[in-house]
């Protein structure tokens, strides 16, 4: 069975750190490029973070670029999103996602579209709060 599973999400205070794992089983993570996502409540779900499979290369919005990186460890097969500096505005589901590499830059492949990513996981819970 081919999933992505995350995990790490929860409550944190604002300025704190969080780091969201993304887990894949029944296929391997390095020919895939991956993102993270988020949606809030009442909100569109939004690009986080893509890590390309090919040079590494990464993408970051501006509202998260400085705070947040994405990492692979390729002998767990999973993807790390290391969330820094963490501010109310960054509560939201977060999901990671794993597509086929269609573009030549990751910052294309990093749009939360249909059909551009393959698999998706369920998402997980992070709440920046006091």
């Known amino acids: 069975q081919l999933q992505l599973v995350e995990s790490g999400g929860g409550l944190v205070q604002p300025g704190g750190s969080l780091r969201l794992s993304c887990a894949a089983s029944?296929?391997?993570?390095?020919?895939?490029?991956i993102g993270w996502f988020r949606q809030a409540p009442g909100k569109e779900r939004e690009a986080v973070s893509c890590?390309?499979?090919?040079?590494?290369?990464?993408y970051y919005p501006d509202s998260v670029k400085g705070r947040f990186t994405i990492s692979r460890d390729h002998a767990k097969n999973t993807v790390y999103l290391q969330m820094n500096s963490l501010k109310p505005e960054d509560t939201a589901v977060y999901y990671c996602?794993?597509?086929?590499?269609?573009?030549?830059?990751?910052?294309?492949?990093?749009?939360?579209?249909?059909?551009?990513?393959?698999?998706w996981g369920k998402g997980t819970l992070v709440t920046v709060s006091s």
């Open positions: 996602a794993a597509g086929r590499n269609l573009f030549p830059s990751v910052q294309a492949m990093c749009i939360p579209v249909p059909g551009l990513m393959d698999y």
């Open positions: 029944g296929f391997t993570l390095d020919y895939y490029v």
């Open positions: 890590i390309s499979a090919s040079d590494g290369s990464t």
